[in-house]
Antibody, heavy 122, light 106 residues
């Protein structure tokens, strides 16, 4: 079955840009049935959707993060990417990549990565 | 932004009990746009219910969802010890937001 795996730095300095990669295996990232998402979970357990990217490169971002977020996709490598700029301590969280499926007559995240903890600290 | 408010915050229950969790939206949403997730410590969330009332693949029938408009519920009919977890509602009617979660302790 489909597997997703996040990779990237565990520690980022304030004001820097976070760059994360999600590698998808056992499934094509080019399928038109899915949107490739980033979601984060703050230490207090609150979940926050960051945005998604489609295989075509079209994106949809959380309005509250839109000014700092960019996503990209490399279908040849079955990977998609997150950049989050101007990081602050409030961005410390577990970052998940997930697949948003449209195949059930509804939208839902049916496969998730294990998550990667990103800490913002000097 | 649509704010989802879940109640109660924490529940401590016994195996075999029935429990209903509440999720209230700050504005009316299409019931198809409401999803419930379960999360256990150290794990990613897992989808339980989509379209407010459809069970996801592999989810036991003791889990059921309902509601419409601004008020939605997740019911666990006969609690099992493995149901100890956080439960989150989530909407995609406008953008995507989550409730703050209900912790269920068995």
């Amino acid at each position: 079955q489909v597997q997703l795996q996040e990779s990237g730095p565990g520690l980022v300095k304030p004001s820097q840009t976070l760059s994360l990669t999600c590698t998808v295996s056992a499934g094509s990232i080019s399928s038109g049935d899915y949107y490739w998402s980033w979601i984060r979970q703050h230490p207090g357990k609150d979940l926050e959707w960051i945005g998604y990217i489609y295989y075509s490169g079209s994106t949809y971002y959380n309005p509250s993060l839109q000014s700092r977020v960019s996503m990209s996709i490399d279908t040849s490598k079955n990977q998609f990417f997150l950049n989050l700029s101007s990081m602050t301590a409030a961005d410390t969280a577990i970052y998940y990549c997930a697949r948003e499926s449209t195949t059930f007559g509804a939208r839902l995240w049916d496969f998730w990565g294990q998550g990667t903890l990103v800490t913002v600290s000097s | 932004e649509i704010v989802l408010t879940q109640s109660p915050g924490t529940l401590s229950l016994s195996p075999g009990e029935r429990v209903t969790l509440s999720c209230r939206a700050s504005q009316s949403i299409n019931s198809r746009h409401l999803t419930w997730y379960q999360q256990k410590p150290g794990r990613a969330p897992r989808v339980l219910i989509y379209g407010s009332s459809s069970r996801a693949v592999g989810i036991p029938d003791r889990f059921s969802g309902g509601g419409s408009g601004t008020d939605f519920t997740l019911t666990i009919s006969r609690l099992e010890p493995e149901d100890s977890a956080m439960y989150y509602c989530q909407q995609y009617h406008i953008s995507r937001t989550f409730g703050q979660g209900t912790k269920v302790e068995i």
